[in-house]
């Protein structure tokens, strides 16, 4: 620890508890699956005291299968509630539209078409959005009847952070100089380059994802686990036990 936080190189995790942080999955239930056997086989062969997995949002949007995401993630949170999921910008665009058909909203713009088709939706005519009120009205009531209330009741559900030993966990980061306790919403699901281009350490090492890098980014106050598993066919996660701290992947189909 030093004078003004945590240090990635110092940063511990509770005695006794082993951490998972899964970056951005955005419809790939394929590659979340994969994750989940992949930690349940090191849990299994090494096993930890304790144990949580912690969701960093964005399970929504541009991938092709959303429903089935939120399905995994619903069963895995009543299996064992030490699966923590958190919000991210995409999860509370599908609330937004769900509850109101705004056409130029995050939804109707990045990836929304792909998840109202998982939910055998089309919003799209001739490859376009539908250029009418009337017709996204009708899209957009057409998508409210197909959603499961109880995957509205899971999105609504999300918290926006959780911090366990020297780590602060968040979809998209925290603004600079304001308390963690006193973040704001819309910072944690939206913050990009005030949180990025800090060149100083905060209280706690910040696990985020939300912004896509090539591979796991390691630094010395922050690390970015979205990978852009969407296209890209690799999700990636922070292991963490105690003082040892780790990226694993999971590979599959880019798209």
């Known amino acids: 620890m030093t004078e003004t936080g945590i240090h990635y190189l110092d940063a511990s995790g509770p005695e006794g508890m082993r951490l998972y942080a899964i970056g951005d999955v955005h419809g790939r239930h394929d590659l979340l699956a994969a994750m989940h056997r992949r930690i349940e086989s090191e849990l299994e062969y090494a096993p930890a005291s304790d144990w949580r997995i912690i969701h960093l949002g964005d399970y929504v949007d541009r ?41 130029d909203g995050l939804f109707m713009n990045y990836g929304g078409v792909q998840t109202a088709q998982s939910y055998g939706v089309d919003l799209l005519r001739d490859g376009h959005w539908f250029g009418k009120a009337e017709a996204i009205a009708r899209g957009h009531m057409a998508l409210v009847k197909a959603v499961p209330r109880s995957h509205v009741d899971f999105l609504q559900s999300l918290a926006f952070s959780v911090s366990f030993g020297d780590f602060f966990f968040c979809h998209a980061g925290i603004r600079p100089g304001v308390p963690l306790d006193g973040q704001s ?27 896509p890098v090539p591979e796991a980014e390691v630094r010395a106050n922050r690390v970015n686990v979205d990978t852009l598993a969407w296209k890209s066919g690799t999700l990636s996660a922070l292991a963490i036990d105690g003082g040892d701290k780790r990226i694993i992947a999971v590979q599959g189909k880019a798209l």
Request: charged share 25%; hydrophobic share 40%; no cysteine.
């Open 185 to 211: 919403q819309q910072d944690l699901i939206w913050i990009r380059d005030a949180f990025h281009d800090h060149p100083g350490l905060f209280p706690k090492v910040i696990v985020h994802g939300h912004t």
């Open 63 to 103: 991938g092709p299968d959303s429903r089935s995401v939120i399905d995994f993630l619903i069963e895995a949170q009543k299996r064992d509630p030490r699966n923590i999921m958190l919000a991210g910008n995409h999860d509370i665009g599908m609330l937004e539209f769900l509850a109101d058909a705004e056409p």
